[in-house]
């Protein structure tokens, strides 16, 4: 992956992660208000005595923590582990006021529970279950720790042992539930936003395709015209008896071709890398003589042993454009100029799928590369246009339902294996 997209993807969970904290701030806010209007209704309105100052410590450490929360979140990123500790003292908290103020008996025991539902949509599923672990030991442990709670007549009630031993194994079974069942559904949101990303990140490069084939499709139409005329007047002149009667004029105009023809091939390739890829000059023959025709075209240029492994049974008819053809040479030069010498070609069956592989001895691919496989313009070389091959191929085989994969090999080297359905080039039947 290239380093700005990690750059960004950490500053992203940074700025989710204080977003975060700031919202438990305001929750925690709550809960202070909320248990101080508690505290006041209790004591003095309905005339239960509690023992103000241990509870209203706790509520001190509370705000002590939003206060230290407020000058802090925005200098220093918000780790797993921050939100677990500030979670540990909400739950510290908690339990010190149910301690002083009824144990089990007392009914907000409950907001144990949104601790536990807290850290499944927070924290990582760890973190959550031990969350669970320590809610459950907590309310177990009021059971059998906490003083009696002195009500007035007519207030006051004893629970029983198996209730409150039902109690705990109702609080932990849906203390279970809840972190089972959230950290599922958080994980299903996780697993759609990337997939979504994906998606977006395909348009993304499609829209780029487009973008460079009108580019390449207007530098086609202005010169592609003048190319053909100078190529019209080349073969006149051929005829002319003054060139025709001098070798060395002869000579000098077939080189003049030459150029001419090279540069209407550099208008198919850059054609080709604007994204029309179908469709260009197809040929009907077999996979074969498709394959074996495309390593031999590419020894005869660059005069590098490069070697085409059959290992396939039959040799089914197929309708080969120069769009694959292209895609295939463009991963032998990408294996040259890696710095391979011992280039090969291999072509096997996968149930009703051709799978193609390039393999190499050289340099192999660099880190980002493989993280990045795809990305345009991504590559190691300097020279201007450089990377992309890969690009092409990936979106050459999308376009033929098919993928992309890169590796480095063990004993040196890389390798690139296509993967494309069989019935994408096949000739139809009735064509055949």
Same mark, same amino acid.
């Given at each position: +992956? ?26 925690? !806010? ?35 923590? =939003? ?17 677990? @500790? ?44 031990? +969350? ?22 007519? !207030? @006051? ?47 993304? #490069?499609? #829209? ?31 005829? #002319?008896? @003054? ?36 469709? =260009? ?152």
């Amino acid at each position: +992956m290239p380093a700005s997209d990690i750059i960004a993807g950490t500053g992203l969970r940074e700025d989710a992660g204080r977003r975060n904290v700031r919202l438990l701030a305001i929750l925690r !806010w709550l809960a202070v208000g909320g248990q101080l209007a508690a505290i006041a209704l209790v004591h003095f309105l309905v005339g239960v005595r509690l023992p103000l100052v241990p509870m209203l410590g706790a509520i001190g450490v509370l705000v002590a923590l =939003n206060l230290a929360i407020g000058q802090i979140v925005g200098r220093r990123p918000i780790t797993n582990g921050a939100l677990f @500790a500030t979670l540990l003292v909400d739950v510290a908290c908690l339990t010190t006021q149910l301690y002083l103020s009824g144990g089990v008996g007392n009914p907000f025991v409950t907001l144990f529970l949104l601790q536990v539902v807290i850290a499944a949509l927070l924290l990582r599923d760890h973190a959550s279950w031990a +969350m669970v672990a320590l809610t459950s030991g907590l309310f177990a442990w009021l059971a059998h720790f906490a003083p009696p709670f002195a009500l007035p007549p007519g !207030w @006051a009630s004893s629970l029983s042992t198996p209730y409150i031993a039902g109690s705990w194994f109702n609080f932990t079974l849906t203390a279970v539930l809840l972190a089972l069942f959230v950290t599922r559904i958080v994980r299903n949101v996780s697993e759609h936003d990337a997939r979504l990303a994906a998606l977006r990140q395909r348009a993304a #490069e499609e #829209e780029h395709i487009v973008r460079m084939g009108l580019l390449a499709s207007g530098a086609a139409h202005e010169l592609g015209t003048p190319l053909s005329s100078i190529a019209v007047v080349l073969g006149d002149w051929r005829r #002319e008896p @003054a060139i025709a009667a001098s070798p060395t004029l002869l000579a000098e105009l077939e080189d003049m071709r030459t150029e001419v023809t090279r540069c209407k091939d550099i208008l198919s390739q850059i054609l080709l890398a604007s994204g029309e890829v179908r469709g =260009n000059a197809p040929v009907r023959t077999t996979l074969r003589t498709f394959l074996s025709g495309i390593v031999g075209d590419w020894r005869g240029k660059t005069q590098v042993a490069a070697a085409y492994e059959h290992l396939m049974t039959g040799d089914p008819r197929i309708v080969a454009d120069k769009a694959l053809a292209q895609t295939i040479t463009n991963l032998l030069d990408n294996a040259l100029e890696a710095g391979g010498r011992r280039i090969a070609l291999c072509a096997w069956w996968d149930g009703d799928r051709l799978v193609l592989s390039v393999r190499d001895d050289g340099r192999g691919f660099a880190p980002a590369i493989l993280d990045g496989l795809g990305k345009p313009y991504l590559s190691t070389k300097t020279r201007r246009g450089a990377g992309l091959g890969l690009f092409l191929a990936v979106n050459v085989l999308r376009t033929l339902g098919g993928t992309v994969s890169a590796r480095n090999r063990s004993e040196g080297g890389g390798e690139v294996t296509l993967t494309l359905p069989i019935a994408a080039i096949s000739m139809p039947e009735d064509s055949a």
